[in-house]
């Protein structure tokens, strides 16, 4: 009977409600800071406001039509008035209350009061006081941003809490890349900062987004990384690739957690800021982009620093690469946008002391290497360069010469670029990950670069014959140009580098010291 009796009293209780709900009766949000609010959360108290008055208004008809569950149409939240959601709501954090409004179109609404978002706001980032005392200065900027509540547009708050963690989020970054080493020119902590954001404290990864010619779009996480001396490499593969032939385009981009917190890993399904780093045509992968193959798979070089290897036999995806330089990788990782990349701060250009006396005092450190395995590791101090030596638009700079001995070098181990996939594995033969940092004569990175390349054979350029045959590798982008020469040794097999030569153009040498060459 008992049991009977409480049965009825819900039923007409919830009737009641549906009917007509109390004035800011169920609606009514947690207080500020030392209000509680009433028993149950329905009474009013003096100075609380009601969360969700917009929302409210938007979704009032919704929320007065509660049907009674039944076999039919079992509870649930949808069908829950949205004063009850709103009151649900204003107890998730963030995180949640974000991710609550990816679900539906009313939800999302809802998710974007400006009375919830207020108080997570101000928990967030009110100033934290000593004592137990607040001036009168701050309770009254708390009750201007209460009553400017209403005047705002709905999501207003929620899009400045996110705004402050992201300025957060920069100023930390500016932090960790502040001190720079002075032999590489680059800040003394990325490789730290790349191994810890690769640790489960951290959310920064690296996704591509494949783009269908329909509009489609495929999101991949990042499978591998491997951290190098200057550079890193990002591997993705897997068996659920999209055809090929639907693709257009392929976007690199740093993803990171909109909301860092150091005392716990961030959520997996959590809210995500996205960051381009490169756009690449996939049209462009042709005879002329091939840089290699093995039994399996031919590789593909897409400016800069992408290598795709598609299937012999289906012309299908089997793995895409993509190799970054140190230089600035973190800010383009996580400081541009989801459309459009970071943009570099604005150069100012350095004086040269003697400008007709050319290019001097320059030092270039260039790796060649593969899954881990260095086949060199070279660095070349003093390099210097007279006006004189500009020819077709580029300025010569000669680190290895062809007819002194004394300087060729040689590359250590079988060299190949290693490859695999969740069922294959492979190394073609003469292609590797080369990368360079070049800098000037003070010391600051003036071109960086971290690119696949393949050694071709050629003909030598200059100097003696040599008992060998003879392969070149060459690199060009839109700063300059790489050219290397070496010799296949049969006797100890091994490649030796008898040139290797920049020529940097003279675009970025006049706008990087304000001169007119």
């Not at 039919?72 to 829950?80: I, K």
């Not at 030569?501 to 007119?516: D, M, P, R």
Request: charged share 20%; proline share 6%; aromatic share 12%.
């Amino acid at each position: 009977m008992a049991t009977g009796r409480g049965r009825l009293l819900l039923q007409h209780w919830r009737g009641l409600q549906a009917l007509h709900w109390p004035p800011g009766g169920v609606g009514a949000a947690p207080g500020l800071a030392g209000e509680a609010p009433g028993p149950a959360g329905f009474r009013k108290r003096p100075g609380t406001r009601y969360a969700g008055t917009a929302a409210l208004k938007q979704c009032a008809r919704r929320g007065r039509h509660y049907k009674q569950p039944s076999a039919d149409h079992p509870a649930s939240l949808e069908s829950m008035p949205s004063e009850i959601l709103l009151k649900i709501f204003s107890y998730l954090d963030a995180v949640t209350l974000l991710c609550t409004g990816c679900v539906n179109r009313r939800f999302y609404h809802l998710a974007n009061d400006n009375f919830i978002w207020i108080r997570i706001y101000s928990t967030a980032f009110s100033p934290k006081r000593s004592n137990w005392q607040v001036n009168s200065a701050e309770k009254t900027a708390v009750s201007m941003n209460l009553l400017s509540v209403e005047d705002k547009e709905a999501g207003y708050w929620k899009k400045e809490y996110i705004t402050k963690q992201r300025a957060s989020v920069k100023a930390a970054l500016a932090r960790v890349l502040k001190p720079v080493n002075p032999y590489t020119g680059l800040p003394v902590k990325t490789k730290e900062a790349l191994s810890f954001s690769f640790s489960r404290l951290s959310g920064l990864g690296w996704v591509i987004i494949l783009k269908e010619k329909n509009g489609k779009e495929y999101i991949m996480q990042h499978i591998d990384l491997l951290i190098n001396d200057s550079s890193v490499t990002i591997i993705w593969y897997g068996r659920n690739w999209p055809q090929l032939a639907t693709l257009s385009t392929l976007d690199l981009c740093g993803v990171t957690p909109v909301f860092m917190d150091r005392s716990k890993p961030p959520s997996k399904n959590g809210p995500r800021w996205l960051s381009l780093i490169t756009k690449y045509n996939l049209s462009n992968l042709t005879e002329s982009t091939m840089i290699g193959w093995d039994k399996l798979i031919r590789i593909f070089c897409l400016h800069p620093g992408l290598l795709v290897g598609l299937w012999k036999r289906e012309e299908e995806l089997a793995f895409v690469m993509a190799n970054l330089h140190f230089h600035h990788l973190v800010e383009k990782s996580t400081l541009g946008s989801a459309t459009v990349p970071y943009e570099l701060p604005p150069h100012t250009p350095l004086l040269d002391d003697n400008p007709e006396y050319g290019l001097h005092g320059y030092q270039l450190h260039v790796d060649m290497h593969s899954g881990g395995v260095f086949y060199l590791c070279g660095t070349f101090r003093n390099l210097f360069t007279k006006k004189g030596s500009i020819e077709n638009g580029y300025v010569k700079l000669v680190v290895v010469r062809f007819k002194n001995n004394t300087e060729h070098l040689p590359l250590i181990g079988k060299v190949g670029l290693s490859w695999r996939t969740d069922l294959f594995s492979g190394c073609i033969k003469s292609c590797s990950i080369m990368d360079i940092t070049l800098l000037d004569e003070y010391g600051k990175p003036f071109w960086c670069l971290s690119s696949p390349v393949c050694m071709r054979s050629s003909v030598p350029s200059d100097g003696p014959n040599f008992l060998g045959q003879t392969y070149c590798v060459d690199y060009v982008d839109s700063e300059g140009k790489v050219h290397v020469e070496l010799v296949w040794i049969k006797e100890t097999e091994e490649y030796f580098i008898v040139s290797l030569v920049l020529y940097l153009k003279i675009a970025k040498i006049n706008h990087w010291f304000g001169t007119a060459y």
